[in-house]
Nanobody, 115 residues
């Protein structure tokens, strides 16, 4: 499984970005799909996850601002980020767990929130 994350960039505070994670195979085979982030000098942290059943979970710091979704036909899942804050600045990684319990990471995409 290969994951390709994209959509990062520089945005002003209050702005929006949408991250995409394209999978090399069918996302139907994944039990869990998620986004993590790692800010400079900090540990990687969970941002949002979505299960094969459609359940979602978010870090408290992004609830109400970020939305995770998926497009099965495109084998892609997304992270819509609104009302971005400087503290959202980080490298964002997509991650999946297969039906067999194997997990895979995409290369990160940098999000910088700054005026």
């Amino acid at each position: 499984v290969q994951l390709q994350a994209s959509g990062g960039g520089l945005v002003q505070p209050g702005g929006s970005l949408r991250l995409s994670c394209a999978a090399s195979g069918s996302i139907f085979s994944f039990n869990v799909m998620g986004w993590y982030r790692q800010a400079p000098g900090k540990q990687r942290e969970l941002v949002a996850v979505i299960t094969s059943g459609g359940s979602t979970n978010y870090a408290d710091s992004v609830k109400g601002r970020f939305t995770i979704s998926r497009d099965n036909a495109k084998n892609t899942f997304y992270l819509q980020m609104n009302s971005l804050k400087p503290e959202d600045t980080a490298v964002y990684y997509c991650h999946v767990v297969s039906a067999y319990g194997a997990d895979y990471w995409g290369k990160g995409t940098l999000v910088t929130v700054s005026s």
